[in-house]
């Protein structure tokens, strides 16, 4: 077996004297999605905050592609081929969506932009009838797929999607995962997908994590959480 | 009306410099949210380098082509005094980056009083006088009550601020660069995770800033003809009353706060006491506070995200 794109191993992080990650491992392999899953505050966003040094890492370590990251700036990190969605999504609200995806596209220098523009606007037509909005005027589900594109213009190695179906609508979120999964299925993209939207998530992930109060407390394959009766009860009953 | 003429000229030549030292408020205030009150003190010190570069070129080498010195003073002026405001931001501001949101402020405060004492020391207190530079003048109108001019000086400030700000405009608009910067003005965390060196970006908002004070140093101590160290505080208050006015933040609105109380202050000189212009200037400062605290141009403080 390869090693690990990424590996979070026994990674710690706080807020102040709040504790948020305690212990934390987890691993993507090359071509493999992701997911955690877990309620409100588990520590699921920081998490994956963490990979950036935000918040940075009191213990544990954090390597990508063989390399230790845990005390690398956040734009070298990006430099390397992380790209994320984060949570809240993060539009630049003052600048038009052209310029919010010629952002995403800066780390790569630009050189694949038009080309790489072009597949945006056909995995996400809306963008394009967009294209000259400011960002802060779109709508939550544009402002979401906006931050997903933006994040795919860098031509990540890993793309990091925090809470891609929140607040949108079924549709959308079908929509989104396929797209997920072409990318993951023809390009061999590694995905690691933070998501409460665990029905969707396990069924779209390889594998997946089950994170309660910053700890893991269950991994395995998608399918086999999706079967847990400890997961259907906390997560799955009445989801879907 | 030959009197509300000659004050329109004055004014929009005062305004422009105004507007030039407003920009280095705005962007910074955009950026790190910071007022940094040194930039006054920047501008006075870029007057000085200036004069200095101006002198020993035409006294010490002797050269005469006088657009040629301008060009090259004003662009070694911009020069030194970029890499000297880059140095201030590395050594006053960036260790304090992440502290308590006083202690820039202070550290800001504290490097305006260094500068002004700085230069208080190795020039010394006395006005520095200025050869006179770019003597003619064009009479508007005559036969009035008196002839309106408008000098070379005039001119070329205006002229020259307009160039600037053009260019100015296109690199924050066009560039990726400028694209980086507002990036970081708006959301720094995410900047950082698209790959902007944040720290590189905010250095390099402090070197633009004082490019542009720079220029407005030049135009500053050719159109008074005297420098002095403390020439900073006045002028720097009032530009920042200029990115107040304007809506701190806003690049237009640092430009058109700076157009504004230049007019203002010429025009309340000319017409009611020149003793009180600076009270008239502050007394915008203090009614767009209370009034419309984000200005002109300045963007409400609540945003749909």
Known sequence: ?240 | MENFLQQLINGVTLGAIYGLIAIGYTMVFGIIGMVNFAHGDVFMLSAFIALIIYLAMTQILGVTALGLVFLIVLVCAMALTALWNWAIERVAYRPLRGSFRLAPLISAIGMSIFLANFVQVVQGPRNKPVPPIFTDVIHVTSGGAFDVTLSYKQILIVGVTGVLLLAFWYLVQKTALGRAQRACEQDRTMAALLGVDVDRTISLTFIIGAALAAVAGTLYMMYYGVVNFSDGFTPGVKAFTAAVLGGIGSLPGAVIGGLLIGLIETFWSAYFSSDYKDVAAFSILVITLIFMPSGLLGRPEVEKV
């Not at chain 1, 995806?101 to 996400?124: K, N, Y």
């Not at chain 1, 989104?176 to 999964?181: G, K, Q, S, T």
């Not at chain 1, 665990?198 to 089950?210: D, E, I, Q, T």
């Open chain 1, 1 to 240: 077996m390869s090693a690990p794109l990424l590996s979070i191993q026994k990674l710690e992080a706080a807020y102040g004297q709040i504790v948020a990650l305690k212990g934390v491992d987890l691993d993507i392999m090359p071509g493999e999605i992701v997911t955690v899953i877990g309620g409100n505050g588990a520590g699921k966003s920081t998490t994956m905050m963490s990979v950036f040094g935000r918040p940075r890492a009191s213990a544990g370590k954090i390597i990508f592609d063989g390399q230790d990251i845990t005390h690398k700036p956040a734009h070298e990190i990006a430099r390397m081929g992380l790209a994320q969605s984060p949570e809240g999504r993060r539009i630049f609200p003052r600048m038009s969506v052209l310029e919010n995806l010629q952002m995403g596209a800066s780390v790569d220098g630009m050189a694949h932009f038009q080309a790489d523009l072009e597949r945006m606007f056909d995995i996400f037509p809306r963008l394009k009838e967009r294209i000259d909005q400011r960002g802060g005027t779109l709508s939550g589900g544009e402002q979401q797929m906006l931050a997903i594109a933006r994040a795919l213009m860098s031509r990540p190695r890993l793309l990091m999607l925090d809470e891609p179906s929140l607040g949108l609508a079924p549709l959308v979120v079908k929509q989104i995962f396929d797209v997920i999964a072409d990318l993951n299925r023809n390009d061999g993209l590694s995905v690691f997908l933070v998501e409460q939207n665990a029905f969707h998530a396990l069924k779209l992930a390889h594998r997946g994590y089950v994170m309660v109060n910053g700890q893991i407390t269950l991994s395995g394959t998608g399918r086999d959480l999706l079967a847990n009766p400890q997961v259907r009860a906390a997560y799955l009953e009445g989801a879907h």
